[in-house]
């Protein structure tokens, strides 16, 4: 199973960044994916998660209404548009997927891909 983000980069804070992962090597729908973030010196935490089908989502509190997460059954990809970005959404972003549902819970997702680094400063 490989899961590889991609889109990371350095954007002033209030601009905009779409990341994506693509994912091979599992059966896409069969799985719900999730986005979580990384800090420096501080815990991996998360961010948004979709469903199988991409009907339902869950967002973390400091990012709802700024971030979308959406999945594309057919391509094999999931996908998180941020924007109104601040600097405080500077951290290593990794997507995840399990097989249990839409939960917030890293220690439940199966699989990772390997980050992609978002830096939001000016």
């Known amino acids: 199973v490989q899961l590889q983000a991609s889109g990371g980069g350095l954007v002033q804070p209030g601009g905009s960044l779409r990341l994506s992962c693509a994912a091979s090597?599992?059966?896409?729908?069969?799985?719900?994916l999730g986005w979580f973030r990384q800090a420096p010196g501080k815990e991996r935490d998360f961010v948004a998660v979709?469903?199988?089908?991409?009907?339902?989502?869950v967002y973390a509190d400091s990012v709802k209404g700024r971030f979308t997460i959406s999945r594309d059954n057919a391509k094999n990809t999931v996908s998180l548009q941020m924007n109104s970005l601040k600097p405080e959404d500077t951290a290593v972003y990794y997507c995840?997927?399990?097989?249990?549902?839409?939960?917030?819970?890293?220690?439940?997702?199966?699989?990772w891909g390997q980050g992609t680094l978002v830096t939001v400063s000016s």
């Open positions: 979709v469903n199988w089908s991409g009907g339902s989502t």
């Open positions: 090597g599992l059966t896409f729908s069969s799985y719900c």
């Open positions: 995840a997927a399990t097989s249990l549902g839409n939960y917030r819970n890293k220690g439940l997702y199966d699989y």
